[in-house]
């Protein structure tokens, strides 16, 4: 049997790839241009893209399950047309192609951005409505639009369902997320302030796991939350310098003065071609999130149960030092 997966060279796509090839399963993965979260692995590479429908269908032709994780993640508030490209057409795409395919099932993967976080005070879960304002960010909006792609799909046939992680971190995160970023940056020591605020992280193997239970057990149309433990980026600083002795930075920047110094760090950026640890979206997202994300539904249905976050923290570190992007020897420690 052969399972599909987009975005196979991904954070998420480089330990659900590892995950299923460790349950025996033959795997075709889509590549675009960097693969080196699949080196070595026995999988069955496909060069092209989810704008292409020729190496889609050779993507998902003789497939029974499509893993659907290919998407442009952005933190910008002015390039909804390139988003559009990849995360709604593109996953119209996909639906179209494994409608064509006869495909068994299509995993989806959205996110929490596809979800309206207000009212605050109240829990957010699978009943909770998308966003749907012109007003949220283009990646949110484009989340949220992908998953009405994929009702529509379901409507015509499709056997589908839909996950909805939060803030993923954790190991096997080769192209370096913008979280991978910023706690590198941390463990380095190289972070000159804190910014107010927090999120929820969930484990990136806690959401692959969640994926391949969904695959086997969910029932048609389902949708989960996938969510971890909500932490303040202090409360990740504090950590890290717990596991690693890596002073952290003092300086919390108030979230008000941080939205007004972002456009200026983000042009600052732009000039210099380096990615920014934060963005006026990203402040955006610290410090209006709803901190009571449920995930009962997927601890029910798929035995979710996500791991501590101190222990995806250490293993996040691990990997870096094993991978060689981090060198304890070379940063000045905590002094006791």
Known sequence: MIVAVTGAAGHIGANLVRLLLERGRRVRAMVHNDQRALEGLDVELVKGD?????????????????????????????????????????????????????????????????????PLDEPLDERSPLVDSYGCPPYDRSKAASEREVREGIE????????????????????????????????????PALVEGGFDWVDVRDVAQAAVSAEEKAPLAAKYMLSGHYASVTHLAELTEDLLGTPIPRLVVPAWLARTGAPVATAFNQITRSRPLFTEVSIRALTHCNRNIRHDRAALELDYNPRALRETLADTFKWFMETGQLDLSKVEKKKK
């Open 50 to 118: 989810i704008g292409d429908m020729y190496s889609l269908t050779r993507l998902c032709s003789g497939a029974e399950v499509v893993y659907h994780l290919a998407a442009s993640i952005s933190l910008s508030m002015n390039n909804w047309a390139e988003i559009e490209k990849i995360n709604v057409t593109g996953t119209r795409n996909v639906v179209e192609t494994c409608l064509k395919c006869s495909v068994r099932r299509m995993v989806h993967f959205s996110s929490i951005h596809a979800m309206m976080q207000e």
């Open 156 to 191: 015509q046939g499709l056997d589908a369902v839909i996950l909805n992680p939060t803030s993923v971190i954790g190991p096997h995160d080769y192209q370096l997320s913008h979280m991978g970023t910023v706690l590198l940056a941390l463990a380095r020591g190289r972070l």
